[in-house]
Structures are given as C-alpha cells and as structure tokens.
C-alpha cells in the first residue's frame, strides 16, 4: 500500500439505513468513526442528499484528524450493482441513488477530491482479507448481511468484480420462485430470507400467526410493528420463540452460503454487515447446518465460516484500504 502524509486514509460505507465513516491508520486500525442516518429524500433527487450527507462526514473526519483531504486517500464503498466506470446502475435497497456518479457529485462537495468508488461488499471483503478474519486465506466469500445481502469474492487473493463489475450480487440468487417479492423485482431471492429486512418480514409473519409473544410484546403490541431487532432482543434474553426463528433464518443463511461453495469453492465464508446482534446466532445456526446442505459435505475439506473481525466497520475499513491502494 502506499504511504501517504498522515498515514491515515478515509472510508466511507453507505447503507440502506446508515452512513459510517471512518478514519484507519497504516494497520487497519480505526481511529475516528462518525455514523449518519442515510437520507431518504421524499423525491428522487440524483444523489444529491446522499452526496451531502457523505460530504459531510468525510469533512468532519478529516478535521478530526487534522489532515488535509488532498493529501488524504478516500474510498465509499456503496450498495448495488457498481459499475467499472463508478456508475451504481441499480441499488434495490437505496432506489434514491440509483443511476448516480457518486464520485462525480462528491467532487465539488470536497474541493475538487475524487474518491475511489466500489461496491460496499467488495470493500468489506478486502478488509478482512488485509486484516481480519479471512487473513491467509486466498479463496474467501464475504457475505453482508444488513438491509439486503451483498458479497464480495476473492480468488488467488484477488477481487472478481466480473465483465462489468457486477459479481458479487448474491444476495439475489434466487432460492423460492415462488417466494416473498423482493425489491429487485424478482420472487424469492435469498436476502428475502436471510438479510435484516428477511428477518423482519419472517417475524412478522410469525407473530400474525400467534407465535412470538414475548416479541410483540417488546414491539408495543403489534405483531405489524415487529422488527428484526425485537426478534434479536428476545433471543439475548433467552426467548425460546426467537431462538427458533433466528435458527430458521440462519438455515436460509446456509443454503445461499452452500450454493456459493458449490460454485466458488472458497476455503474460507466470512460473515459481517450490520446485523451485529444477531450475527453471532446466524454463524453458529449456519456452521450446523451447512454440511448436511452442500453436495458430498462428509468428503469435502471444511468450509470455514467466521464472523467479520471488523463486524459492521468492515465496509468503511475495506473502502479506506481500497482508496489507499489506488493512490
């Protein structure tokens, strides 16, 4: 990597519900985080208050640090299809940044700096190849689990970004031609089932049904209001009900991960994004039923599957070493 004046890079991971930014030093370690709420304009406005609020933050980190942004790497790491050329062609999950140049709209927000662009997915598994849990493993998957699911893929210890830029897209393999409608347009794809907003909708459905009290309870009374976070709660408090059901999403997480060994062949699978919480009981449920899913599992060399050593920082992390190595 190069060296730059401060040793500090910035990096800056926008989700379906939250903006982070981060400051790393020379070994991947975080020295300043800032977190924002992303913007959801009642109107489609070309990315305009998403660059605002990014702005924002990468301004805010760099007087942190008391480091000029000319001198200093940035990367954002973004949800969706992100083309070769920067452009984020589809986002299901931010459909108000769809379409945009998001380095093209940071520019004048930032004095004329332009940052290194990627896919969030892409990011997150370069940091924890560098530095985290996939460190001296060269074949790795990384899933993020957060509003949707995105991945990144390594081979040889490299990122496939594919013929446009697009690999990694997993969360909308589909697993249920006949499932739940997905943002995407499709029926059935896997982060219907196993992302935060799959969790919801699965506990939702299951306290219509009479199951979860003691989730609706801690969701006001309302089975319509429950949410993956009551879900996550319930089981941290030992809540039969909910362990139950984060093991059934957990299932869900071992099917998508087995179809992707099936093909990809990764020794390692690590898991992170922003279902912090529940990415403990989502690992352990996966790792038990992950070998009774994939194609002769009792003759294959074990796939390991680990939690990101980064946990939701992973993305910002991965787009601060991204803008690093490109400088």
């Not at 004048?108 to 190849?129: K, M, Q, T």
């Not at 970004?161 to 697009?166: A, I, L, M, P, W």
């Not at 984060?246 to 071992?254: H, I, K, P, S, Y």
């Given at each position: 990597?190069?060296?730059?004046?401060?040793?500090?890079?910035?990096?800056?991971?926008?989700?379906?519900?939250?903006?982070?930014?981060?400051?790393?030093d020379e070994a991947g370690d975080i020295v300043?985080?800032?977190?924002?709420?992303?913007?959801?304009?009642?109107?489609?406005?070309?990315?305009?208050?998403?660059?605002?609020?990014?702005?924002?933050?990468?301004?805010?980190?760099?007087?942190?640090?008391?480091?000029?942004?000319?001198?200093?790497?940035?990367?954002?790491?973004?949800?969706?299809?992100?083309?070769?050329?920067?452009?984020?062609?589809?986002?299901?999950?931010?459909?108000?940044?769809?379409?945009?140049?998001?380095?093209?709209?940071?520019?004048?927000?930032?004095?004329?700096i332009r940052a290194v662009v990627a896919?969030?997915?892409?990011?997150?598994?370069?940091?924890?190849?560098?530095?985290?849990?996939?460190?001296?493993?060269?074949?790795?998957?990384?899933?993020?689990?957060?509003?949707?699911?995105?991945?990144?893929?390594?081979?040889?210890?490299?990122?496939?970004?594919?013929?446009?830029?697009?690999?990694?897209?997993?969360?909308?393999?589909?697993?249920?031609?006949?499932?739940?409608?997905?943002?995407?347009?499709?029926?059935?794809?896997?982060?219907?089932?196993?992302?935060?907003?799959?969790?919801?909708?699965?506990?939702?459905?299951?306290?219509?049904?009479?199951?979860?009290?003691?989730?609706?309870?801690?969701?006001?009374?309302?089975?319509?209001?429950?949410?993956?976070?009551?879900?996550?709660?319930?089981?941290?408090?030992?809540?039969?009900?909910?362990?139950?059901?984060?093991?059934?999403?957990?299932?869900?997480?071992?099917?998508?991960?087995?179809?992707?060994?099936?093909?990809?062949?990764?020794?390692?699978?690590?898991?992170?994004?922003?279902?912090?919480?529940?990415?403990?009981?989502?690992?352990?449920?996966?790792?038990?039923?992950?070998?009774?899913?994939?194609?002769?599992?009792?003759?294959?060399?074990?796939?390991?599957?680990?939690?990101?050593?980064?946990?939701?920082?992973?993305?910002?992390?991965?787009?601060?070493?991204?803008?690093?190595?490109?400088?």
């Amino acid at each position: 990597m190069s060296s730059t004046p401060s040793g500090v890079a910035l990096g800056i991971d926008v989700g379906g519900t939250k903006v982070l930014g981060v400051a790393v030093d020379e070994a991947g370690d975080i020295v300043a985080r800032i977190l924002e709420p992303t913007p959801q304009p009642p109107r489609p406005d070309h990315g305009a208050s998403l660059a605002d609020v990014v702005a924002s933050v990468v301004h805010r980190l760099s007087e942190q640090q008391g480091v000029p942004l000319r001198q200093t790497p940035l990367g954002v790491g973004l949800p969706g299809m992100m083309r070769r050329d920067g452009i984020l062609v589809f986002a299901p999950n931010l459909p108000s940044a769809s379409g945009i140049d998001l380095a093209a709209l940071l520019e004048p927000r930032l004095g004329g700096i332009r940052a290194v662009v990627a896919n969030d997915a892409d990011c997150a598994a370069l940091a924890e190849h560098r530095f985290g849990a996939a460190a001296g493993h060269d074949s790795v998957v990384m899933i993020t689990l957060g509003t949707g699911i995105g991945g990144g893929i390594l081979i040889d210890g490299q990122l496939v970004r594919g013929g446009s830029g697009f690999a990694g897209e997993v969360g909308h393999m589909v697993l249920d031609v006949a499932g739940p409608l997905c943002p995407c347009g499709s029926r059935g794809c896997w982060e219907r089932f196993a992302s935060g907003s799959g969790l919801g909708r699965l506990a939702r459905e299951a306290a219509m049904a009479g199951r979860l009290r003691l989730v609706v309870d801690a969701a006001g009374g309302d089975p319509e209001a429950v949410r993956g976070e009551h879900v996550t709660g319930a089981a941290l408090d030992g809540d039969p009900e909910a362990l139950a059901l984060l093991d059934e999403v957990g299932w869900w997480l071992a099917r998508g991960i087995a179809n992707l060994v099936c093909v990809l062949d990764p020794s390692c699978v690590v898991v992170g994004g922003g279902m912090t919480d529940a990415a403990g009981f989502l690992v352990d449920s996966a790792r038990r039923h992950l070998g009774g899913l994939l194609e002769a599992g009792e003759l294959r060399t074990a796939v390991t599957v680990l939690s990101a050593f980064f946990g939701a920082d992973a993305g910002a992390v991965g787009a601060a070493l991204l803008a690093r190595e490109a400088s």
